[in-house]
């Protein structure tokens, strides 16, 4: 449980970033994971790690935003370094019990951590600088040409920002149970791991009730404004692309092709 948790929410603003079509902006994020991911040479997680940073600029966000979008991943992040560092074999050059950490398991756990850091980051960007309004109507466009095979688009885009807009709402209501608790005088820091994880399984009732709650308050507050499955709706701001969103698009595609090139 952390506090200031800023994943899934959005910040307004008037940068470049806020100003693109969220269609583009997911788009060049399905275009940049990759790039991430197939990067094979320091000189591009170099360009990467530089390109991350101009876009954080260019949001005008600050840093510490960024830095707090990581903060609930740093558990996975640092397990997966170790998990690499311990369990791929090499050259040992440090020794504890049965285990042993590697040189190749340092590299290669490493270029993990800075290949999910790069795309946390990156994936944070559209939600901060794209309003849920925006981002269900770009899915819900997206996934227009799915509906002839039977797939409710508004519907499975809807779903999809809810869930990602009520995330932080969730992280924080359960740290808010987990403080209660803790004023109680349970003790959550204590213990073994596996103690500890037995004290936080009394926080999933009150969660999940809190949850049942709003999805019902949810549900009333969009029938009391209209909201009907299937009824066609329109929109004050429709999408329109703008060269912007296609330079944006073309130099993430450029990116991309960049680094498959180099990787063949």
Known sequence: MVENIVFGQYIPGKSILHRLDPRAKIFCLLTFIPAVLLAGHWPFYVLLTLLTAFLIVLAGLPWRIIFQTLRPFWFILVLTFLLQVFFTPGEAFLRA???????????????????????????????????????????????????????????????????????????????????????????????????????TIPLLVPLFAGTFGRAEELAAAMEARGYRVGAKRTRLHPLRFAWRDLAAAGFTAAVFALVVFFRA
Do not use: C, H, Y
């Open 97 to 199: 019990g049965i285990f042993q950490a590697t040189k190749e398991g340092a590299v290669l756990g490493g270029l993990l951590f800075w290949r999910l850091t790069l795309i946390i980051a990156v994936s944070s960007l559209l939600t901060l600088t794209t309003s849920p309004l925006d981002l269900t109507a770009a899915v819900e466009r997206l996934l227009a040409p799915v509906a002839r095979l039977g797939v409710n688009a508004p519907e499975l885009a809807m779903m999809m920002t809810v869930a990602i807009r009520f995330l932080p709402v969730l992280l924080r209501e359960a740290l808010t149970i987990k403080k209660a608790q803790q004023a109680r005088g349970v003790d959550f820091n204590s213990g073994w791991p596996w103690e500890r994880l037995a004290k």
